[in-house]
C-alpha cells in the first residue's frame, strides 16, 4: 500500500491567497450589486508594455513557419535572454555575474519553492516574520520544519526573525545558527527594505557562519533610494554565499506571462558540491523551460523602449503607493513601505486582529487587502496594501477607507 | 553550515537529453560541414497549427489592453481550459472525469518529475525498463531509490519491469508489490503500447494491492488501433488507483510552448487523505498558473480547426513513423513500435552496444538517434529514433542509414 507525505497534512489550513480567493469570491457572490476594489493580492493590473507586446506578436510568428519554429528551448534558458540579463541586470551594476550562473524559469514563486531541494533535510531555516507563505511552505512540505504550534502559529525548527515598528522592520541576526537564510529585499510584505552596508553585514554574517542566503529580489525596480542595492551581488562575498531570485511580474506585469530566473554563483559550493551544477541538474531534470515567446517577452524589456516603457509603468504604481502613504497617513493610520516597494504597511486601527480587520474593509469599504497574520505571527495586527491597482481605483479605495 | 541534499551525488552522469546535446553539438563544431538530422530528443519540428497562432495572437492583444489584461492565473488553471479538457479528452471517451480534477500545468515533464512529492519516502517505485528517464532520477533526488549499482545500472530500491523483444514491450507483474507504478503509453521509448484489456488487469492489479499508478498519456494522439484506450480512465476502477499525467507537446507542438496537465481523482484517497487535495496544495503553493497566453492555445485545440489541423500534423509525423518503420525493416533491422506512437525502436546491428550505434550513426550518417541504454539497462541493444522530423529529413536520414 502506497504512503502519502505526511508532511502536507500539517500544513495549518490552505495557501493564503487562496484563502482570501475564496473569501472574496464568497462575498462577491452574496453581494453582487457591491463593486470590489483589489488591493489584496499583489496582482498587476496594468497592461504589458508595447515594446513587450510586438516582441510576443513577433515571437508567435516565428513559431507560424517551420523556418523559424522554436521547439524545446536549452535547459538553462535561451542565450539570448541570459546574456541581456547578465550584461543589464548585473554587469551593468558592476556585479560579477556570468549567464551560465543565470537559470531562466517560470517565475520566482516556483523557484523561491524549488530551491530548497538541493539542500538536505538537515538544515534549519530562518526566515524573516512576517514572510511570503511560499519560503516556509516548501520547507513545510519537505520535512524540514519540524512541528507546528498552532498557539503561537509558529514551526519548532524556524528561526524567526521579528520584523516589526520597533526594530524598524530590519532583521536582526538570530541567536542560533541557521543554515538557511531566506531575505526578501525590498521587502513583501512590510513593503520596508535596509541599506546597502546593512545587506552586507548579512553576507558577512552568512560568510561567517556558512549559511547560504536565499536572496528574494523581485521588488527590485521599485527601489528609489541610493543606498540600496539592486542585487545581493553588489555585496563583497556574496558569490560564496548567495542564491538571488528575480522575477519579471512586478516590474514588467508578468503575473499572467510567467518568467523569472535564478543566480547559482559558481563560487557557492558545499564539501566541494557545486550548487550551480545541482541546479543545473535539478532544472534539468524537473523542468523543460519557459516558453520561447515568453523569453523573447523578457528579452523584450532590456531594450532601450521596453526600459523606458517599464520605468514609465513602475512609475505609475509608485504614484499609487504615494497615496495610498500620505492618504492614510493623513487619515490617522500609521503607515510604513512604499517608497522601495510597492507594498504599504499599515497597524490596524483599534485592537483590530489582521483577519477582523479583513472582514471589516471587505465587508464595510468592498476593500479587499492581505492580513498582515497570514505571513506569520509578528504580522499580527498588521495590514498590507498594495499599489498595483489602477490610479482610479487605488483613490476610490482611499477615499472609502477613509469615510469609514 | 548548510548542507547539501546528498541524493544528487548519487545520480550517475548528467540527464540523457543533456547528455545527447552536448555530443551533438562537439560534433557540429568539430565538423562544421557536416549537415545533422535529429531524430534523437524527440522535438517536434511542424509549426504550430494555425488555429493555435491566431488564438495566440488575440490573446497577445488581450494583454496590451487594461480591459482585457490577464495577471495571476487561477491556482488549477483557466475554467475555459479545464472545462474544455473535461469535455473532449474524457466526456467524450466516455470517462467520469471533472474539471475540478484537472490541473493545468507548465507540462507533462515537470508534472511527471514533481508527482512523487506528495508520496512519503518509504515507497517503492516500479517503472518499466527501459523508461523515461525523468521517473527515476526524480525520484532519486528525492532519496526513495536505494543505492546505485553502477555494474547492472539500476537502483536497490527501485523495481524494474523489463520490456524487451522477448515479452512483446509488455511489463509483467513484479514479484515484489510495488507502491507507485509509472506507465507511460504509448510507450517512450519503445513506441509499443498494451491493449485496453491488459491495461484493464494492471487497474486491477494496483486496486488489489493498493499502489497508485502515475500514467503518462503524453502519446496518446498517436493510437492509430481500436483496441488501444486514449486514458487510463476509460478502465473500471481507474478513478481510486490512478494519475493521469498529459501533455500538449507531441498532439500539438507545444515543446517550446509548454502546458500539460496532470488528472488526480477526486476517490484517489490514502487512508482519508484526498490526492487531489495534497496536489491542489501542492500546486497553489509552488506553482503559479501556466500562462494566459499559452491557455488560450491550449484552448485552441479543441477548436473543430484546431482538432482538423492537429489531426493532419499528427498524420504527417506517423507517415514519418511508417516510413522509418518501413525502410529499415526493407533494409535488415529488426524494428518495432511506430503504429500507435510516434517513436520507432530498433535492434542495433551487430553487438553494438547502444551508444556505439550512437557514435557510429552521428559520425558516418550525421543522423541523431537516442541510445536505447540511456533508458535503462534492458534498453541496451536497442536505438529508438523518432518521427518527429520533417519528412524530406526522414526520407534522408533513411538513405544514409541504408547507405552504411
Redo the contacts between chains.
Sequence with gaps: ??????N??K?PG??L??TIAKKVSAFAEANPQKEIIRLG?G??????A?AI?QA??QA??E????AT?????P?LGYEFLRTAIAEHDYKARGCDISADEIFVS??A??DS??IQ???????RIAVCDPVY??YV??NV?AGRTGTYNAETETWSNVIYMPCTMENGFVPEFPKEAP??IYLCLPNNPTGTTITKQQLQEWVDYANK????IIYDGAYEAYISEENVAHSIFECQGARTCAIELKSYSKNA?F????LGYTVVPKDLK??G?S?NQ?WA??H???????????QRAGEATYSPEGKAQLKEQVAYYMKNAAAIKNGLGAAGYTVFGGVNAPYIWLKTPGNMTSWEFFDYLLEQANVVGTPGSGFGPSGEGYFRLTAFG?YENTLAALERIRKL
Excluded at 557562519?209 to 547560504?212: D, E, H, N, R, Y
Design positions: 500500500m502506497y504512503k502519502i507525505n505526511e502536507y497534512q500544513l490552505s495557501y491567497f487562496s493580492i496582482d498587476v493590473t496594468q497592461p504589458l508595447p507586446i510576443m506578436h508567435v510568428d513559431m507560424a513557419d517551420a519554429f522554436h521547439g524545446y528551448a535547459d517560470d517565475g514563486k516556483s519553492a524549488n531541494e538541493i539542500f538536505g533535510q538537515d538544515n507563505p511560499v511552505d516548501s512540505m543554515d538557511i557562519i556558512g549559511a547560504v506585469g503575473t499572467g506571462v510567467r558545499c564539501q558540491a550548487l545541482m541538474r535539478r534539468g531534470t524537473k523542468f523543460n523551460g519557459a516558453p520561447y515567446i515568453v489602477s
